[in-house]
């Protein structure tokens, strides 16, 4: 599903209105809501207005289990970390326990972190509940989403829910959510504005398939809903749209 719209003030308010119905529906239903959060400046009004009343009081903090999709390889206390935004903006605000909050860094080596994320991964999931109730995503200029960079070998990844590697052109490690695992969510939503993101977005959902240049083509849950909220500017280039 693709929905557009005017401003990015109206696509975060529908995003936190998915989030609000989708915190509720899980806890209803298996009575935890779990969800992966995205970083960069993307989903910044959304966290705001999560923080915010009525949304503070509607939504079942204290049964919600937060995770996320990616993470520079940083400390905590770096202004490029996605935890770090997300506290400030949100975390901080809501009445979530800490135990419930399972940022992607630690003191030991990236590649072993991101065995001990996926192991925490496989711990809280089952066989009936296998994947995220609510991923929230991005996407780059380039295309790429969580930390699936165009060119990287983690999008042939089949196995593996987590994996961390070393972006040559960054010049830092990354730890990321794979494909694989993503694609197992109930529902995915991608939050996607500015012209800048136009002709990516163009190609990756009205293009012809070339996921090793544009990586958000592999976001294709078989079994979950994926939506795709984008603003006038982003979605210039698209033919389709509701």
Known sequence: MIRIFRNTDELSQTAAEIF???AQEAVQARN?????????????K????????PLR??????????FWGDERWVPLSDERSNAK?????????????????????SDVPPEEYAQQYEDLLR????????GFDLILLGMGDDGHTASLFPGTTVLHEKERWVQAYYLEPQQMYRITLT???INQ??????????????????????????????????????????????????????????
């Open 20 to 22: 609000r119905q989708t």
């Open 32 to 44: 935890k809501f779990t969800v992966a959060l995205t970083g960069g400046s993307s989903p910044d």
């Open 46 to 53: 959304l966290y705001r207005l999560l923080a915010q009343s």
């Open 57 to 66: 009081e509607e939504i079942p903090w204290e049964q919600t289990y937060i």
């Open 85 to 105: 935004m997300a506290f400030e903006t949100l975390l901080n605000h809501v009445p979530i326990p800490p135990n419930q909050i399972y940022p992607m860094w």
């Open 123 to 130: 711990d809280h999931f089952n066989e009936t509940n296998a």
């Open 179 to 181: 494909a694989p695992f």
């Open 185 to 242: 969510a109930n529902k995915i939503v991608f939050l996607t504005y500015g012209e800048k993101k136009t002709n990516a977005l163009y190609e990756v959902l009205e293009g012809e398939p070339n996921p090793e240049k544009y990586p958000a083509q592999l976001i294709q849950p078989p079994n979950g809903e994926i939506i795709w909220l984008v603003d006038e500017a982003a979605a210039n280039r698209l033919k389709t749209g509701i």
